[in-house]
């Protein structure tokens, strides 16, 4: 497939990039600073571009058959960051005709899992209030998915870990795994290039941990 990434210098986007090369896909990697994506290869073409300025971003999403973003917000300073830069995203795929989208965001945004017991209910309130600004900016970037014309799919892991990629994992459409605490960013990275080609997923926030 011909792939477009953007948030490529993040953990879970150089991920994607590394994982899609070696997988064999044509990789666009969209970066604001190239000199800090470490990844290389054949089939990577690596594009300097303003993600405020959806024509710009045009180019780097026209014909391709995905695009996978890893953009969000490092910490409560940028909060406000997943849906300014997501909606620039989609204007651009929306111009270029490009429909499937997946996309970053988190555990708390979606539904509580079944099952969870007080322990687990207690630990998801305090850090839904101590991140509020960041999901609050990640649940209006899906609704930013929701009014779109996109075929999108809204990842949601739970806390993310560095760890080498496993491909052991739950993912649970409309949902999130019960006691699904932890996921390591290449595992995350691994989902969305599986849920790529996945229509069962189109439109749904999809809960992924271990």
């Keep these: 497939m011909k792939l477009t990434v953007f948030g490529a210098t993040g953990g879970v ?3 994607i990039v590394r994982q899609a090369l070696e997988a064999g896909h044509e990789v666009t990697a969209v970066v604001r600073d190239p000199a800090r994506l470490p990844v290389t290869g054949d089939r990577l073409e690596v594009v300097r571009a303003d993600l405020d300025d959806a024509q710009a ?10 695009v996978l973003s890893g953009l969000g917000a490092r910490g409560r300073k940028d909060a406000g960051v997943a849906a300014r ?6 204007g651009a795929m929306e111009a270029e005709g490009v ?8 555990g708390p ?28 900016d990640l649940r209006e970037m899906e609704a930013e998915l929701a009014r779109s014309t996109t075929d999108w ?4 892991p739970p806390r993310l870990q560095n760890k080498p990629v496993t491909g052991v994992y739950r ?28 229509p069962g997923t189109v ?3 999809v809960g992924v941990a271990y």
Aim: positive net charge; hydrophobic residues 45%; proline residues 7%.
């Design 171 to 198: 993912a649970v459409v409309g949902g999130f795994p019960p006691k699904g605490r932890f996921i390591g960013r290449a595992d995350v990275a691994h989902s969305m290039l599986a849920m790529t080609g996945d």
């Design 203 to 205: 439109k749904q926030g």
């Design 99 to 106: 429909r499937r989208l997946l996309v970053v965001s988190a």
């Design 85 to 90: 830069l997501t909606r620039t995203v989609l």
């Design 153 to 156: 799919t809204a990842v949601r």
């Design 13 to 15: 986007g150089r991920e």
């Design 57 to 66: 971003v045009r180019p780097a999403v026209a014909g391709r058959d995905a």
């Design 109 to 136: 945004v979606g539904p509580a899992p079944e099952g969870d017991g007080p322990l687990d209910r207690t630990a998801r309130g305090i850090v839904s209030a101590l991140l509020k600004d960041v999901y609050a």
